[in-house]
């Protein structure tokens, strides 16, 4: 899923992989290393019962600045998603609001309040692993980050290590139900 900044192939095709050009492979080897990164952190979740959600921000030169996860049940706070906590923490570590040229790779598509705290913090470029037809504002209910009216557009590449991504959200509600009986 492709939607918008430069030509990247289709991330759910591993098998078209030995055809890109190299720095397009490059970037897709990247990717799928923070998004596994992401996945880890999105465990984190677990002590607190949170949806498992991990956020990583990468800096401008590639290395890791902060990550975030879903805390909304622990905080009990409606704003506590993966994405915002991953924002702060990369705003603060800098000593600055503004996340130019950073990175931020996420598990699942992010909302529409996830996706705008990113054109406010300026970053360059949105990675999301599974799919949020119901929610996902990069995307599949609007692209937010590529909206002409704003100040601030970033790329977003979607659909990157989706199903490892899809299978922790189903795996949590699957235990959540057998819990519930
Ligand atoms: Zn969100």
Redesign the pocket.
């Known amino acids: 899923m492709k939607f918008s900044g430069r030509s990247l192939m289709n991330s759910k095709n591993f098998s078209d992989v030995e055809n890109l050009p190299l720095e397009d492979k490059q970037l897709q080897d990247v990717d799928v290393q923070w998004m596994e990164r992401a996945i880890q952190v999105a465990d984190l979740t677990a002590p607190s019962g949170d949806v498992p959600i991990g956020a990583v921000v990468v800096s401008a030169t590639g290395q890791e600045l902060a990550i975030g996860w879903n805390t909304r049940e622990r905080d009990q706070d409606p704003c506590g ?1 993966a ?2 906590n991953g924002l702060r923490a990369a705003a603060a570590r800098q000593g600055s609001w503004r996340l130019e040229g950073c990175s931020l790779y996420v598990t699942l598509e ?2 529409a ?2 996706a705008g705290a990113m054109v406010l913090a300026r970053i360059r470029r949105c990675v999301w692993g599974a799919a949020d037809p119901k929610g996902g504002y990069l995307g599949s209910l609007g692209n937010l980050g590529a909206d002409p009216r704003l100040n601030h557009r970033y790329e977003v590449q979607g659909g990157v290590l989706a199903e490892p991504c899809s299978a922790l959200l189903k795996a949590f509600f699957r235990d959540l139900r057998q819990k519930k009986g």
């Open positions: 998603h994405e915002l992010p909302c309040m996830c």
